[in-house]
Every structure is written in C-alpha cells, then in structure tokens.
C-alpha cells in the first residue's frame, strides 16, 4: 500500500490546490470566494456541483466562521457542501445537520514530483496527437468536455470560458484521434505546484490509453513551465491510472452535502 507523504509536502498541496481554485474562480463573472482571518473559506461557482460550493474548514475548526459561510450558501439555489481535510468530529457534523448536510462522501487528494519526470511514458497511442486549446477553440473544448464527462453543453461552455483557456497559468488540453477529441484536460499552475483538472474521455473510447497518455503529456508540460509538483482529485476509477504514474495518496477529504 502507497505510504503517507510527509505533512509538509501535503500542506504545500492543499495550499497549491487553494490557489488555483482562487485563480479559476477570479476569472468566471458571478464566482466568487472569501477567507476568513483563521483560514476558513466559502466558495462559490453557482455550478450544480456540491464539490464546486463549498465552505472550506480550516485546520482548526471555527465553528462561528463555518455557520455563517453555511448560512450564506445556504441561500444559494445550488448543491454545496462542507469539506475538510480528514474526519468530522461530532461538533462539525451537528452544525453540518442543522443545514441538512448530512451525507458524507471521501475523496483522495493525490500529489507527484517531477523527480518522476523521466518515468513518464513519452509515447501516444497509434494515430493520436496531443495540442493545447486556445481559447479561440473554445468550442472544441467544450463540445470534448460535454462528451467525455456526459454533461449539459451549458455547464460545459463555463469549463471552456476564453478567460480560463488564455489565462497564463491555465492550460486545457485535447488527446486527438484522426481529429476526433477522446481525452481532455485542465491544467492549473500555482506556484511550484500543478493541478491537474477536468480529465475526461467519453466511454467508446475508454481503456485504450489516451487519457494516461495526456496526463504523462500533462505533467511534462507543467514541468517545462516551472511546476515541481502535481496534485488531483480524483475517483475510483482514475486513481489506478495516477498510481502508475507515481502518484501518491497524501490524504483524504470529507465532502458533507445534503442528502440524495
């Protein structure tokens, strides 16, 4: 079993991963975040997505500061939820069912080094091609992402915005086969460190190894770009895929929302 990075290491991470979401957020009109002074953060997207609203608990819990960023987005008209890092304790949970969030869902947050860069596969599958997306080509993105992830165009075209495809820490990425997109990606640079975001491919096309080939495609791209370390969100059915490309578990978040 992968061990535990060292705190400081995933400290960086959460941190990287923070700033780039501030950084996507600054640049979508209607989005917007806030910190409060002991590291609690509320942020909204107005996506009907509970990971994509949220308020954000810091490392020492400030109930006070939770209730009212909860309170906020609960006059929102848009799924949201709690998260932290590790394990709610019995406080958080009771404030978190006064607002209904009362399911409970983990997500890993997985990290790399680009110690690992001459590891990464350089090859691409027979016939495919890997171009960054400019947000000219919005479009293009868009119809990808709408395909590989199986949702609404609308939701699809926020994904796609100019602004995210032609801001200077931002890339997205297709994997091309004879011109047909069948891989996508996000990548966001904060600092020293990389995230990686929005990897889909749409099923015809799964289990043929271009999605583990963009990402390989990915990483090296970040690297070049003064990146040292990636980190990702992720499912069950990706994290294998991340694994094998020495990735390594860091930790793992609580997401508290409403129930189904």
């Known amino acids: 079993m992968a061990h535990l990075i060292d705190s400081a290491a995933t400290d960086a991470a959460v941190n990287g991963f923070y700033q780039a979401t501030t950084q996507l957020v600054d640049l979508v009109p209607g989005m917007y975040h806030r910190q409060s002074a002991t590291g609690t953060r509320l942020v909204f997207t107005g996506l009907p997505m509970p990971s994509l609203n949220v308020v954000s608990v810091g490392t020492e819990p400030d109930l006070e500061e939770v209730d009212a960023f909860a309170k906020e987005l609960s006059t929102k008209d848009v799924p949201w939820s709690i998260q932290l890092r590790g394990d709610a304790d019995p406080a958080l949970l009771e404030l978190a069912a006064r607002y209904g969030r009362t399911s409970s869902s983990t997500i890993p947050l997985l990290v790399w080094d680009a110690d690992l860069l001459p590891s990464l ?31 609404p165009k609308e939701i699809a075209d926020i994904f796609a915005l100019p602004a995210l495809l032609d801001a200077p820490d931002m890339t997205a990425f297709i994997l091309e086969l004879n011109g047909e997109a069948v891989a996508t990606g996000f990548n966001v640079v904060a600092g020293d460190q990389v ?24 990483l090296r791209h970040a690297v070049a770009s003064g990146a040292r370390h990636a980190f990702t969100q992720n499912t069950p059915m990706s994290r294998p895929l991340y694994e094998s490309l020495g990735f390594r578990h860091a930790e793992t978040w609580t997401y508290l929302t409403g129930a189904a």
């Open 195 to 218: 995230g990686l975001y929005n990897g889909s491919v749409p099923p015809p096309h799964r289990r043929n190894g271009y999605y583990r080939a963009l990402v390989a495609a990915r």
């Open 121 to 151: 596969p350089t090859s691409l599958p027979h016939g495919a091609t890997v171009r960054e997306v400019p947000g000219n080509e919005y479009e293009v993105y868009a119809s990808a992402l709408a395909s590989g992830f199986d949702m």
